[in-house]
DNA sequence: GCTTTAAAAAGTAAGCT
DNA sequence: AGCTTACTTTCGAAAGC
């Protein structure tokens, strides 16, 4: 009977302070992603919503709070790549990719697709491009989106290549190069969508 | 038949037997040509056919898994030649083995482009799986039949899970019916 | 959970010329 | 800038870690 007492204190010691090493992985790794506050909650919520769930069985902490942070970025519409978000992990991109995937079906958490415009402020600003190519690139996602170009395409390499077409059509070119380095895709990747874009929006 | 349901194609047919008695890898792995075997890493013997194309996985339980074949006849086919190996190495087998189809996989094309994020929505965002960061396709799991699709931009799709001949057809007939019913098809 | 097999879809990536 | 190869996802069985 002691033995079964002292387990379960010991339980829930563990438990315990399972909850605040995952706190406070998602609290670094949100200030090392420069996400706000509010971020950082909504990564909590979910945390521990997946723990009641029992979510984390058979799952690295770590792991799980970091695709319940992928998550919460995306929730609060200031979404971070998952290249992005593995830079501050110690778990694979591939890992927490596949975790997020689980979570988000058990959870039911209903996450739309990311949309391509809500990395455009930030690309836009690292590029110290101004507000006529944001708008233009905003306006190049929204049209050719509309088109149906953006099935199946990755958001980041979508916004990408709008950002690299608006910037030609504003005379303040910058190279694709540059582009896909800020957003981290290759130079293929906004080549290929940047002739399709072009194309759709009747090459400007 | 309509263009959509013509359009189906098997592309893989995975299938299970067990030929009832216990055999020998090590030996099976030396007199089998085209073999590959390595315990440490893999217990079962890896035998590859060209014609039909598939590659059998033989087990020392006697158990045999098939894949790669483009259809069932495809499937037997490629078990008999099997067998036949196996027969030469004084291998006794029954002339008619119970095989069990375990998984079919299908592509097909509804004709038209698909707005992957309309679709998204449309069916219900816990009942779908779209991260396109990840994978381009939209996976979309049905009950009734129990497969599980996955939708491209294009319009092609993939349908896997499948046991039987025509639950490819029946699960396209669900699709384009619900993808109708809410005007995203076209 | 992992290991291996095969196959399609389409996007992305890396290496080589 | 191509071309090739390869990896991502879905599915199932097998035996064993």
């Not at chain 1, 978000?85 to 995937?101: A, D, L, M």
């Not at chain 1, 070119?173 to 990747?189: H, I």
């Not at chain 2, 491209?152 to 001949?165: A, D, N, P």
């Amino acid at each position: 009977r002691l033995r079964k007492w002292q387990e379960r204190i010991r339980t829930k010691d563990a438990g315990e302070r399972n909850l605040q090493f995952a706190l406070s992985e998602i609290d670094r790794m949100a200030s090392a992603l420069g996400v706000p506050r509010s971020v950082r909650e909504v990564a909590s919520v979910i945390y521990r919503r997946a723990l009641d769930e029992d979510l984390i069985r058979g799952r690295s902490i770590e792991g799980v709070a970091t695709a319940c942070l992928y998550a919460a970025c995306r929730q609060e519409d200031i979404p971070r790549s998952l290249e992005e978000v593995s830079e501050v992990s110690r778990v694979e991109q591939k890992e927490i990719g596949r975790t997020y995937r689980y979570v988000a079906q058990e959870l039911s958490l209903k996450m739309e697709p990311v949309d391509p415009k809500q990395y455009v402020p930030r690309f836009v600003s690292e590029l110290e491009l101004s507000e006529e190519v944001q708008a233009k690139a905003n306006e190049i996602i929204d049209v050719t989106a509309e088109k149906g170009l953006l099935s199946g395409k990755s958001p980041t390499g979508y916004a990408a290549a709008a950002i690299y077409a608006a910037s030609l059509l504003c005379n303040e070119k910058k190279t694709q190069r540059e582009v896909a380095d800020v957003a981290q895709v290759t130079e293929v990747t906004i080549r290929n969508r940047y002739q399709e874009q072009i194309e759709a929006m009747g090459i400007h | 038949m309509s263009t959509v349901t013509k359009s189906i194609q098997i592309e893989n047919v995975v299938a299970s037997m067990g030929i009832g008695q216990e055999l020998d890898l090590e030996t099976l792995a030396d007199d089998l040509r085209v073999t590959q075997y390595d315990p440490e890493h893999f217990p079962g013997l890896i035998y590859r056919m060209q014609d039909p194309k598939a590659a059998a996985l033989i087990f020392r339980s006697g158990k045999i898994v098939c894949t790669g074949a483009k259809s069932i006849a495809d499937v037997a086919a490629a078990l008999e030649q099997v067998f036949d190996e196996l027969r030469e190495l004084g291998v006794q087998i029954a002339d008619s083995p119970d095989v069990e189809i375990q998984n079919i996989v299908s592509s097909a094309d509804l004709g038209h482009q698909l707005n992957l994020n309309a679709i998204a929505i449309g069916l219900g965002l816990e009942h779908i799986e779209y991260e396109p960061e990840q994978f381009p396709g939209l996976v979309y799991r049905l009950d009734d039949p129990s497969v599980v699709a996955l939708l491209f931009g294009s319009g092609k799709l993939v349908i896997t899970g499948g046991e039987q001949t025509d639950d490819a057809e029946q699960a396209l007939n669900v699709i384009e019916e619900r993808l109708t019913e809410l005007e995203l098809l076209e």
